[in-house]
């Protein structure tokens, strides 16, 4: 992974090639960022500068053998952990080194993908994925033995957030005391899910999302977009550059969340005037409680965004406003006057919750179908 690769963040490149020149390399490194604003290919364009010696700030330097298994994420001295769920062919315990080839495949083909694209490889189906126990295990086995090439040994920890309990607290201890040339980039999303004890022990950098000036001008020069389509896909991506690609592919609706959402709102709309209008709500709640957790999670997360959209516009701030509604007679600004500040804490709350529960196994018809009753009362609130 070339530094010149990775879109924007030039003050991260800068500071991790030049404290590596100095030999100033922390062993313990936590990258943390939105989706899409580049932690994973900064994290392997970071182990690859270390491990095969590079200069100069790139990763094109005389050991050239050593640049070239980075092409395929095979360096023997570079190792990953990340999220897995068991499937059918790994039934149970699932470790990431199980799925060490639709990870390599999947973080060179899509370096900025987010969690749901992994999960979609996976087919979480109403699994939750975790770096488990056993992940821990292999990772204090993997560190234990010397390096390949008698330098670094790197560990990248990809959304570190989802390390359980147990898990963490075995990590813990390897980070208090770190074998020799060792390094350690854990990169998360969510910074706060981390226990503050692995937070402490680790050099902190905070990663922007991009601009749209930086997305658009990679759309144009990477997939050949028209200048002014690039440029609307830029706004309406939010500094996101996986969403960008899903939007110019056109395959970020394998759930139409829009949809979903907007049959839900209807329905919360007429049961303020018809209680018969209630099994509607009871109909939707089933629907969406058919699907996995994470698909669960990444709707609310849609609605919340909804939400905050309708919220600008009410409050007459459309340059911050990038949704286009593609359902059939919804206009958000017809439904914008319905979100204000009197209702948005609270919907924001009810949605939160909903949300925690989910995350946590709680029977996801009672859920939605409590969260779908106070909606109804929420967005008649003036």
Not at 67 to 93: C, E, G, M, R, W
Not at 110 to 132: C, H, M, S, T
Request: hydrophobic residues 40%; contains cysteine; glycine residues 4%.
């Amino acid at each position: 992974m070339q530094f010149s690769e990775i879109l924007g963040q030039e003050h991260i490149k800068n500071h991790l090639t030049q404290s590596a020149n100095l030999g100033r390399i922390p062993h313990a490194q936590l990258f943390v960022g939105p989706e899409g604003s580049g932690t994973l290919p900064m994290a392997i364009a970071y182990a690859q500068y270390i491990l095969c010696g590079n200069q100069a700030g790139e990763n094109n330097g005389e050991n050239q053998a050593c640049n070239l298994k980075f092409q395929k994420i095979s360096h023997p001295d570079l190792h990953f952990a990340y999220p897995t769920v068991s499937t059918d062919s790994v039934k149970t315990k699932p470790k990431s080194i199980d799925f060490i080839a639709e990870w390599r495949a999947f973080s060179t083909q899509n370096p900025y993908g987010g969690l749901f694209d992994w999960y979609a490889i996976l087919g979480v189906q109403n699994k939750q994925g975790e770096i488990r126990v056993d992940d821990a295990t292999e990772i204090l086995k993997s560190l234990s033995l010397k390096s390949y090439e008698g330098g670094y040994k790197i560990m990248i920890v990809w959304m570190a957030d989802k390390l359980n309990i147990a898990a963490s607290n075995k990590l813990l201890k390897l980070l208090e005391e770190p074998p020799e040339k060792t390094v350690f980039i854990l990169i998360s999303e969510n910074e706060e899910d981390i226990i503050q004890t692995i937070r402490s022990r680790c050099q902190i950098l905070h990663f922007n999302g991009l601009s749209e000036a930086i997305i658009a001008d990679a759309l144009v020069n990477r997939e050949q977009i028209d200048p002014k389509l690039a440029a609307k896909i830029a706004h309406q991506s939010q500094g996101n550059y996986n969403a960008a690609l899903h939007l110019v592919h056109d395959d970020s609706d394998e759930y139409p969340f829009e949809e979903w959402f907007v049959t839900w709102v209807r329905a919360a709309f007429k049961a303020k005037r018809n209680a018969a209008a209630i099994q509607d709500l009871i109909l939707w709640s089933e629907k969406i409680a058919s699907l996995g957790r994470e698909a669960q999670k990444k709707f609310l997360q849609f609605c919340m965004e909804m939400f905050r959209q309708a919220l600008l516009l009410n409050y007459e701030a459309p340059s911050l406003v990038y949704f286009e509604p593609k359902v059939d007679k919804f206009k958000l600004e017809n439904f914008a006057p319905f979100v204000n500040g009197n209702n948005i804490n609270d919907i924001f709350k009810e949605l939160s919750d909903a949300m925690y529960h989910v995350e946590r196994n709680g029977n996801a018809k009672i859920i939605l179908t409590d969260l779908s009753i106070k909606l109804t009362r929420l967005i008649h609130k003036k």
